[in-house]
């Protein structure tokens, strides 16, 4: 279990699962740039984090920006909406609403589907913060993904939530160390805002001053 204090921040395991050396940069260096990409994104979360935006019909309505933490997780955050569903036999008590009222988030994505679990990772992980925060537990959420107006849903599987575990454990010895991790370098790179900080092919590999004098020396010799 974490401290509050410790707690990081629940939107950058997205970040740490897609590169860590982006998360690193962001969170442990407090380095930032906009682009064309993080301005688009603010603007599909405009609304959605809106919290006098509210939408609801019979037995159903939503909340928008819930603050969330998980102790278990050490992460805190907003969500971008909260959709929850009268039930009979299942779910949370809500103020100013008869009955259970069962909750399923939906996180708002600017692009298309991944390729990799990186978005499925970041909603497992608010799931367990939520869990936490209202006491109940959620069996499924969605991913909503503006560019092709499609709302995926996710099932919480045990493995999925190990993995969350396991990445958030990792992040927070990251933090702690305060280590800037190694570059990767991927066919994106270039679409990242961080790119000219970066500098990834520069940064991949750290170069041995004594190998780079040797090779050099050798060379004059010839």
Known sequence: ????????????????????????LIHVEQQWKENRWTAEGQIVHKKADNPYLKEKRKNHFISRAMPV????????????????????????EVNGKQGLWQPAIVEF????????????VQLVAQVICLEETLKVNISHSFLYYNQTNKKVRVEITQNLREEVEYTARIMHEVYKEGRTLQAE????????????????????????????MSNHLDEDML
């Open 69 to 92: 933490a998980s102790s278990k997780l050490g992460l805190s955050g907003i969500l971008d909406i909260v959709e929850f569903t009268k039930q009979e036999a299942a779910g949370v």
């Open 185 to 212: 370098t991927y066919k994106n790179c270039k679409e990242c805002s961080l790119y000219d900080i970066c500098i990834p092919r520069l940064t991949k590999k750290k170069i041995s001053i004594s190998n780079y």
């Open 1 to 24: 279990m974490y401290r509050e204090d410790d707690y990081l921040m629940l939107s950058g395991i997205q970040h740490f699962y897609f590169c860590k050396r982006q998360w690193s």
């Open 109 to 120: 994505k600017r692009g298309k589907e991944k390729k990799d679990n990186r978005d499925i």
